[in-house]
């Protein structure tokens, strides 16, 4: 298996665009998370999905940023307007359940630069 | 809400030598996992162990083991025979039990980094 796909691996944008980070999930896992990474604040969990559906997305900062699932092997993390305060590693994750015992997988992440 | 304190930003070992890297939590829920990850220099997030609140005997997973004290609330992470490749960022997480074998979101800790010297 080809683990947890993410696009693409680095990002430098200006403020004011609109940024889209790509993830494709392990084959059969039926939950993905989308992680935000800083310095500042840590490792952060912003939206996850079961089955394609939305979960919690309750760590979503703010109006600026969208995620969807259109189908079980595609996820979009969207920030429009991008602002500096975004640049971060972007983290997707899938799992056989919300988080099982046995592991959480991580894609190798997307850094995203906002100037 | 879940909290989890990683009160070591840095640690150094030498090679072969064991060490312990800290981490204590807070939940006011009787039924939760802690979780350790590794993040190496190259960004990916890697499990390493997982314990669950009402295991009695402490994880195990090859050099690593977790030294879970329910009543100080604490998590360290153990590792054995340090190797140069253990040199990492390592995350301690708890997150509340949610049914069968599932939990529900993880909240990570600041990470600790860990540097083994040859």
């Known amino acids: 298996d080809a683990g947890v796909i993410q696009s693409p691996r680095h990002e430098v944008t200006e403020m004011g665009q609109e940024v889209t980070l790509r993830c494709k999930p392990i084959?059969?896992?039926?939950?993905l998370f989308w992680y935000r990474q800083t310095m500042m604040r840590g490792l952060e969990l912003l939206i996850y999905f079961n089955n394609n559906v939305p979960i919690d997305d309750s760590g979503m900062p703010e109006d600026r940023f969208s995620a969807k699932m259109p189908n079980a092997s595609f996820s979009t993390l969207k920030i429009q307007p991008s602002e500096p305060r975004d640049s971060a590693v972007y983290f997707c994750?899938?799992?056989?359940?919300?988080?099982?015992?046995?592991?959480?997988?991580f894609g190798p992440g997307t850094r995203l630069t906002v100037l | 809400a879940q909290k989890i304190t990683q009160t070591q930003p840095g640690m150094f070992v030498q090679e072969k030598e064991a060490v312990t890297l800290d981490c204590t939590y807070d939940t006011s829920d009787p039924s939760y996992g802690l979780f350790w990850y590794k993040q190496p220099s190259s960004g990916e997030m890697i499990f390493l162990i997982y314990q669950g609140s009402y295991d009695q005997q402490n994880a195990t997973e090859g050099r690593y083991s977790l030294n879970f004290q329910k009543a100080r609330k604490s998590a360290n992470l153990v590792i054995s025979a340090s190797q140069l490749g253990d040199s990492a960022m390592y995350f301690c997480?708890?997150?509340?039990?949610?049914?069968?074998?599932?939990?529900?979101?993880?909240?990570f800790g600041q990470g600790t980094i860990l540097t083994v010297h040859p």
């Open positions: 994750a899938s799992s056989f359940q919300e988080i099982s015992t046995d592991t959480q997988y």
């Open positions: 084959s059969g896992h039926d939950y």
């Open positions: 997480a708890i997150a509340l039990y949610a049914g069968g074998t599932s939990y529900g979101k993880l909240t």
